[in-house]
């Protein structure tokens, strides 16, 4: 599929002083900049990458208000105004991406689609009747149940549809707005790595290569926080989604947003190319450095579209995300906990980044100009929903286990044993070492302690890197950290 050509972003040079510093040039982060450089702060944007270089360039950008964690359920954990403050803030993020798509003229494939949600084959349609009430008391009445979703190859059974939802191309889309952005005074920053975020009068953030941003406010939207120890990474965790695009014929499927109720759940949309549609089909979750099985779930993810959608070719993409999974189902947008007033965070994407990213920059920029706003309180990153606590206590119990890998063996005795592309532990004394042999053959030694908490990495075959199972840090093959909460690199091991 097409990619966008991404506006020249150059390194920070110098220190420089701002309104706003805005650390993370996904969704959230760019949105918040866009919307507050509108209304004529000065923002500026610092990425260790490029804009949608992260997790928002591995999304399927399904744009839709049907809730991945179900109404009926988010209803129970926040109540039935929770659940409509759901409802109303995810529809307002589709209806601000569009607006901003319109006044910016971005051309991102956007387009206004029906999504149909229907049972998995272990789940009975009464499923659907709760969803279908729940979604009525949020306020989203034109949800429907209908006989079956609008494919011909096999009978879904029942259905909700839901109207007005949409998807775009993400990365074109964070191309415009980048564009728009600069054009108002804001700057991006690429290739420069924040290593120090303070907050308070004195507010600034230090750069690994040594210039400094200071100014009033910071937000860090870092897909999850790198800024914080432990306050959030308690309340979310870490999860590894899997994504397949199939060549189909042209126009052999209604185009439409597609789920089922598994769980994982499967997610389902197309994107043109000129002479085919690709499909593009995505579930197969599981914890983040708590299996290493990716062409396994490959395969499964192609056999279940196969069978539903028998018009598939051939498989033409593989990737995989991480999706940052909240205890109680809804994105931390706001204020950090523990920390100055003027530092902020947007995380916890749920698998709905688009909107939820979107859903920061209305609820930052309104926050950060001194507005009220009624989503608030639903997304505050200090809430503690009681409901939720025996999801805090599994989640967090399996995190204390995976600190029982100090005491086990190494998955390997010798490097020897690696092939090129492969990586595993070895035990060296009282040491875990992460080992992996690269391509050409050369042998790579680090630390396998994760910098963040201490909790030991894992391979991950399919992307050739070392994730932590713990809170969802991820490592090139080299050591160099990606994706927090990890700040910095693995250490290399001093023995060589």
């Given at each position: 599929m097409a990619t966008a050509d991404t506006p020249s972003q150059s390194r920070l040079k110098e220190n420089i002083r701002t309104d706003i510093c805005i650390i993370g040039a996904g969704i959230a982060g760019l949105t918040t900049a866009y919307l507050l450089g509108r209304e004529g702060r000065s923002v500026v944007v610092l990425d260790d990458g490029l804009s949608g270089g992260g997790m928002t360039g591995r999304t399927t950008a399904h744009l839709t208000n049907a809730y991945d964690d179900r109404y009926f359920e988010i209803e129970k954990l926040h109540g039935e105004e929770g659940a409509r403050l759901t409802a109303e803030s995810h529809t307002a993020a589709i209806e601000k991406i569009s607006e901003i798509i319109a006044a910016e003229k971005i051309d991102c494939d956007f387009e206004w689609l029906d999504g149909f949600l229907f049972c998995a084959p272990e789940h009975s349609v009464d499923l659907l009747d709760d969803e279908l009430a729940a979604t009525h008391r949020a306020g989203l009445s034109g949800v429907e149940k209908i006989a079956r979703a609008p494919v011909d190859s096999f009978?879904?059974?029942?259905?909700?549809?839901?109207?007005?939802?949409?998807?775009?191309?993400?990365?074109?889309?964070?191309?415009?707005?980048?564009?728009?952005?600069?054009?108002?005074?804001?700057?991006?920053?690429?290739?420069?790595?924040?290593?120090?975020?303070?907050?308070?009068?004195?507010?600034?953030?230090?750069?690994?290569?040594?210039?400094?941003?200071?100014?009033d406010v910071i937000v860090v939207a870092t897909n999850t926080p790198v800024n914080d120890r432990v306050a959030i990474h308690t309340k979310q965790a870490p999860y590894?989604?899997?994504?397949?695009?199939?060549?189909?014929?042209?126009?052999?499927?209604?185009?439409?947003?597609?789920?089922?109720?598994?769980?994982?759940?499967?997610?389902?949309?197309?994107?043109?190319e000129d002479d085919y549609d690709v499909l593009i089909v995505g579930g197969e979750d599981h914890k983040t450095g708590q299996a290493n099985d990716g062409s396994e779930r490959f395969e499964r993810l192609e056999q279940w579209t196969r069978e539903r959608f028998p018009q598939s070719v051939d498989v033409e993409y593989r990737w995989s995300g991480q999706v940052m999974e909240p205890v109680d189902g809804l994105a931390f947008i706001g204020r950090n906990p523990l920390d100055d007033d003027n530092v902020y965070i947007a995380t916890g994407d749920s698998g709905q980044g688009m909107t939820h990213g979107t859903i920061?920059?209305?609820?930052?920029?309104?926050?950060?100009?001194?507005?009220?706003?009624?989503?608030?309180?639903?997304?505050?990153?200090?809430?503690?929903?009681?409901?939720?606590?025996?999801?805090?206590?599994?989640?967090?119990?399996?995190v204390a286990g995976q600190y029982a890998d100090y005491v086990t063996a190494g998955d390997i005795k010798s490097e020897s044993e690696l092939r090129p592309g492969e990586g595993a532990i070895m035990r060296e004394g009282v040491s875990k070492i992460a080992v992996c042999r690269d391509e050409n053959g050369n042998v790579h030694k680090l630390s396998a302690v994760c910098p963040h908490l201490g909790c030991i990495v894992a391979w991950n075959s399919t992307e050739q890197t070392w994730d932590c199972p713990c809170h969802g840090s991820r490592f090139s093959a080299s050591g160099r950290v990606y994706q927090g909460p990890a700040n910095s690199n693995l250490a290399a091991d001093e023995r060589g």
């Open positions: 009978d879904t059974g029942p259905a909700l549809r839901f109207p007005q939802q949409a998807q775009f191309h993400p990365l074109k889309y964070l191309d415009g707005m980048v564009k728009a952005l600069m054009r108002d005074g804001g700057r991006v920053f690429g290739q420069t790595h924040a290593t120090k975020i303070e907050g308070g009068s004195q507010a600034r953030v230090e750069t690994s290569h040594g210039p400094v941003v200071a100014s590894v989604t899997y994504v397949i695009g199939m060549r189909i014929p042209k126009d052999s499927l209604t185009r439409a947003l597609y789920w089922d109720t598994g769980d994982p759940y499967h997610y389902v949309r197309l994107q043109r920061a920059g209305i609820l930052l920029s309104d926050l950060i100009q001194g507005r009220e706003n009624p989503w608030e309180d639903l997304y505050s990153p200090s809430r503690i929903r009681l409901k939720a606590l025996p999801e805090y206590a599994s989640e967090n119990i399996n």
